[in-house]
Structure formats: C-alpha cells, structure tokens
C-alpha cells in the first residue's frame, strides 16, 4: 500500500493507467507520479463479476431473483425493488407462511419464490431462529394456539405474531386474519399458563384423561380444542386486509387492490408505470392508478397545484397537476383514490414523471358499446357516416375520452373491434343519441360492469 505524504497541484494533465511513468496526477514520496483512474486489473475484475451475474440472472433467474432479495432482506426499499423486478420477469413472490419459510428467500419453482422470514418487519434473527427451530423439532404448526406454544413469546412477541398474522404466514393454517387477531391475547395468555403448568410438572384433569388410550394426533387436536377464542367474526375486506398488509411488510403481496381494475380497463389500453421512461415525450397515455399520496402546493402567482404520488401493479410514479387543471381535478385528489388518469410523460431529476391532464374515477368510467350489423360494416356510407359523428364528439383534444367498442356479428360469433383513439368521445350520452338517431344499436355502459 502507498502512503501519499505531500500533495502538489500539476495543472490539466493527461491521466494513463498506472504503470506510465509520468504525466500523472498523485506524486509520491519516491518521486514516482501515480494516476486516479480504475487500473486494468480493476476494471477487468469488474467486468467478469458483471459477465458471471449477467449470466446467473439469464439462466438461473429464480434462483438469482432469491439470493438478491436475501442479501437486501434488512432495506426495504431494495426488497421492493427486486420484487418489481422479478414481476416484470414473470416470476412470483409468494406471501410467508410459518410452515414452509426459510430465513432465505426460498426458490420453489422456475415462476415462484417463497418470501423469507428475514425480510418480514418486526421478527428479529432470535424469532426467527425460535420458530424454525420448534418446526424442525415438532413439525408443522397446527393453528395458532399450537405456535404459541411452541415457540418463545418472550422471543417471538405479539407485534411479530400481529406482523405474522397481517403478512398473510397463517393463512394456510387459518385465513380469516381477523380472527386470529381478536383472538392473540387470548391465546398468548392460554399458551403462558401451560407453558407455566408444564414447567412445574402440572397437568389438569383433562390433559390426565387423553392421555391414555389415545395417539399423539388425538392428543394435540383435544387440547388446542380447549384454547380460547373470541366469537366469530367475518374477515377484514379485501381492500382492508390489503392495506395492513401494505402497512405491516411494506407492499401489496398476496393481491393487489388495481388487479382487477386493471383487467377490466385493458379497453383503454392503459400503460403501466414501469413503461413511462420508454414514452415519447408529448406522447399521450393513459394508466390505471392508485393515489398514496397527494401534496398540494400554491405557485408564486397564487395558484393551487399538486403533486401526487401513484403506484399500479407494477410500480410507482410521481404526477404533476398543473394549475390549469387542478380545479377540475381537485375533488378526486384523495389518498386511496384509484383512478385513470391521461397525460406525458416527462424526465425530471433522472424519474420519469406523468403530467397529468385529465382523469376519472374507475367506478365512474363508461364505454360506448355499438352493435354493428355485418351489413353495416361492409357499407361504405355507414361507415362514413359513423366516422363523421364519432369525430364530431371527439372535439377536445386534451380531455379524457370514452373509447368505443364495435360488436359486429350475433351471439357466440361476434367480433370485437375497439376503435382508435382518435374515435374516442367525449360525452356519451351526446354520442349515444347522435348513433341512435342514426340508426345504430347503441348504449352506454360502465368499464367495471364489462
């Protein structure tokens, strides 16, 4: 190792790799120049470490996706992170479950990895090692009595049995969450008294009479029969159930509240978030969004505007609402709010964000359903005649429009036809009695119900 003991300003100079005798810019106590630049065996020791992780991730990908996610299992951004990634690479994360996850991530199959117990908040290295120690000894959990009771509740303490229970490590053993959180305190104080009674050689009467002539199994199922549990209440709902789940291990992982929204609303060809740095700049789009977040700010010149943070299946964007459009669009500005929203694309600080100039709220959004006659569809005056009200309607060209659908044909052998995006109108009831009155089969319905 050199030791620089004096440094000295040489002007512009021209850096070489170590090894060249002058015209560096270090010079060190031996009189000898030495340069700042990544030298050959640096620069060669790189590029193999990204040759062998390029073709881990080409060939191995669940693998790799698994060893990434355990070494970042402590950050949960980067957790987050790669498990977008492994999304994108038609590779699933499982949810936990304290019956078959490891500490690790866990590769199941060449489309599944099961999430690991080392990435779940609140459970510590000691609960950990506390529960895939009492499963190796005495196998599967039973239910939730039988967890804990087994394991250590001083080491595995109710906020990482609640952490358990919200990240969906139960559900195989029982799904209602709900109902095992009403009933924690009473199990966890059921689970210590026993604990208590076996320490000191004591068993009550009931314990007495199973135990004889009855099996092992007979002998679990009767006494986690005598746990205590609250009445039986039905499970959260599912956006609920997703928010804690949200809350608790920090994403969405057994579901996603914009799933189905975002099947449904395939109609109006929306982008994901993931895609914005590959649009054109004034390139128009549209994505199915869910708002997390919402600051709204005053400009210098005293007019309201926002910036809202958006997340859909496969990521997450900011947005910008300018002045000219947040009055409109102020009362869907609420957290949670799922919406559509159409805008650019735009790059600001290395993120690609969405100028946002219209949008809507799901439940809301329509279709013009057109049923067409293949009579209709080969006459050329029909056609142009639809074409001429369908532009009509379309007048506003920054406004979100209502795409229409042509079912052409009868029952089973109809064909659908969505037409493009310059055909999309405005206001459907307008549209609707404007094709009526033209002698088109024609109604409005809403996307969710299609």
Known sequence: MVKIVRRQSLGKQTVYDIGVARDHNFLLANGIVASNCFNKSHSTAYAYVTYQTAYLKANYPVEYMSALLTASSGIQDKVDKYRENAQKMGITIQQPDINRSEEDFLPLDKNNILFGLSAVKNLGQGAIENILNARQADGKFKS??????????RTVNRRALETLIYCGAFDQVQPNRRQLINDIDLVISWAQKRSKEKASGQLNLFDMNITNGMGDNHKLQDTFEQAPSTPAVEDYPLPEKLRLEKEYIGFYISD?????VHQAAQMLSP????????KKPKQKVSAVVMLNSVRKIITKKGDPMAFVQMEDITGEAEGTIFPSTYQELEPLLEEGKQLIVWGKAQQRNDKYQLIIEDAEAV???KMIMLEITPEQALDQAKSNYLKKILEQQASEENRFKIPVIAAIGKGEQRQFIRFGQKFWVQNPSQTVASLQKAGFRVHCESLLSS
């Open 144 to 153: 939730l009595a039988d967890f804990c009771e087994r394991v250590e509740l």
């Open 256 to 260: 996603h509240p914009l799933k189905a």
């Open 271 to 278: 982008i994901n978030l993931s895609e914005l740095a590959e």
């Open 363 to 365: 439940e809301k959004v």
